[in-house]
Structures are given as C-alpha cells and as structure tokens.
C-alpha cells in the first residue's frame, strides 16, 4: 500500500468546507460532516480507553470496534446520490452481521454482571470512566446520524449498530469497574444534604 497521507495540511478547508469521498465539498457544519465528526471522536475516545490497563478480551472487542467506527466513518464520507442508490446500497460496510457480533458481546458481557438495583453514575475507575465518555459520544452520533437519515439516504444498519454500541460500551464500563464492583451509586437528592 501506498502513503495515504504525504502532506498533513491542504488549506483546502480554509473556506470552511471539508472534502468527501466522493471529491465534493461540504460545508463544516453540514449534518454529515457532523456525524463524520462525532464517529471520529467517538473513535479515538476508545484510544483512549485502550491506553488504559483492560483486560486482554475487552481490548480485543474494542480494537475490532475501532476498525468498524473507521468503516462505518468510510461509509459516511461517501453519499448515497440517487442516481446510484441501488449501486450503494450494495456496498455497505457495516453489514446486518456486525450488528449481531455486537449484540451477541453485550450478551456474554451483561450475564457476567448481576441485575442494576440503582442507576449508576459515569466514573469509577479511568478506564470505566473514559468508556461511559466513549457512550455518550456514541449517543450524540447516533443523533446526528438521525438527523442525516431525515434527508438523506443513509445505511439503517449503521443507526442500529451505534444504538447496540453505546448499550455495549455501557456494559463494558462496568465490566471495567470491577464487573460493577466499583461503579458508582446515583444517590437521589444528595445535593440537598
């Protein structure tokens, strides 16, 4: 393979647009180049998780996750233009299957776990803390994907596979407290002394 990247900074992106996949430019705000955004985030977040000490099986789910987030990121740079939707449609990256994968390791992970008596808070230790982080990020582009799939056409399985993934990274913080031992407890009304 080839280097991708020769040169870092284009200042094409002065203008306040940002190029796709398909050689267009779109406006830094548009809805797509938010998701696009929130994916990236999300992305590195989970960097973010992994520079932490986890458990060798939970590093591995996350390292396969990462590289989906930078497929399903590929698939969003790249829009579904009507003339060739069909076509498109045919080469979604995130298919039906990692969908199941997710759901299949949410369920190993949450039998381990015994039933939430209270709602928990995001903390505990870093790395817990840092995977509730990567949820909440995981949340807001599964909006933004929302969003986008108002007015354009967009791969439904990349809004089911967000919606499975901030449930496992959910799971997966409190597999990181200690398989819940060490989350911490909402107290209602503790504010009020």
């Not at 390791?105 to 982080?133: K, V, W």
């Amino acid at each position: 393979m080839g280097h991708r990247l020769s040169k870092i900074y284009t200042r094409t992106g002065d203008d306040g647009t940002t190029g796709i996949s398909n050689g267009s430019r779109l406006p830094k705000d548009h809805p797509r180049v938010a998701v696009m955004g929130s994916v990236d985030e999300l992305n590195a977040t989970l960097g973010m998780v992994l520079a932490e000490a986890v458990p060798k099986d939970v590093r591995e789910v996350l390292s396969s996750i990462q590289h989906e987030l930078f497929d399903l990121g590929a698939e969003l740079s790249c829009p579904v233009l009507p003339a060739d939707e069909e076509a498109t449609k045919a080469k979604f990256r995130i298919q039906t299957r990692a969908v199941t994968w997710l759901e299949e390791t949410l369920d190993h992970y949450n039998e381990q776990m015994s039933p939430l008596q209270e709602f928990i808070l995001p903390g505990g230790t870093r790395a817990a803390a840092t995977c509730h982080l990567a949820r909440t990020v995981c949340r807001r582009a599964e909006r933004e994907l929302v969003t986008l799939a108002r007015t354009e056409t967009v791969n439904p399985n990349n809004i089911t596979y967000l919606n499975r993934l901030s449930d496992l990274l959910f799971v997966l913080a409190r597999v990181l407290n200690g398989h819940g031992r060490d989350d911490v407890l909402w107290q209602p009304g503790r504010h009020l002394g």
